[in-house]
């Protein structure tokens, strides 16, 4: 099983920017499909982006198109969430997702039942 423990949360202010990143260990980095979730208050968690194993293939919900980058560093086990243009909106808890072992191409974004390790979290909060 992977571990992974995310950071990079904070306070901005809407328009700010903020990178998240999520350390990986335990499993071969490499060898999993990873992504972001968040959980708003009172919300179901719900997803973010998603990257390929070779970090060739990017998805994202339609909400952060073009203003968040998922990218990682398969030589560091690292994984990046860049945000930008942050808005009221996009305050949650995000959290890192290693999708299980069992999952296949990233073609369609992985559902919170096919993720096989999680990061505790990490708050953003983005005031207008």
């Known amino acids: 099983q992977v571990q992974l423990v995310d950071s990079g949360g904070g306070l901005v202010q809407a328009g700010d920017s903020l990178r998240l990143s999520c350390a990986a260990s335990?499993?071969?980095?490499?060898?999993?499909?990873m992504g972001w979730f968040r959980q708003a208050p009172g919300k179901e968690r719900e997803f973010v982006a998603a990257i390929g194993r070779a970090g060739l293939r990017t998805l994202y919900a339609d909400s952060v198109k073009g203003r968040f980058t998922v990218s990682r560093d398969n030589a560091q086990n690292t994984l990046f969430l860049q945000m930008n243009s942050l808005k009221p909106e996009n305050t949650a808890v995000y959290y890192c997702?290693?999708?299980?072992?069992?999952?296949?191409?990233?073609?369609?974004?992985?559902?919170?039942?096919?993720?096989?390790?999680w990061g505790q979290g990490t708050q953003v909060t983005v005031s207008s």
């Open positions: 997702a290693c999708a299980g072992s069992a999952f296949g191409l990233l073609t369609t974004p992985p559902r919170p039942s096919e993720i096989g390790s």
């Open positions: 335990g499993r071969t980095f490499s060898n999993y499909v």
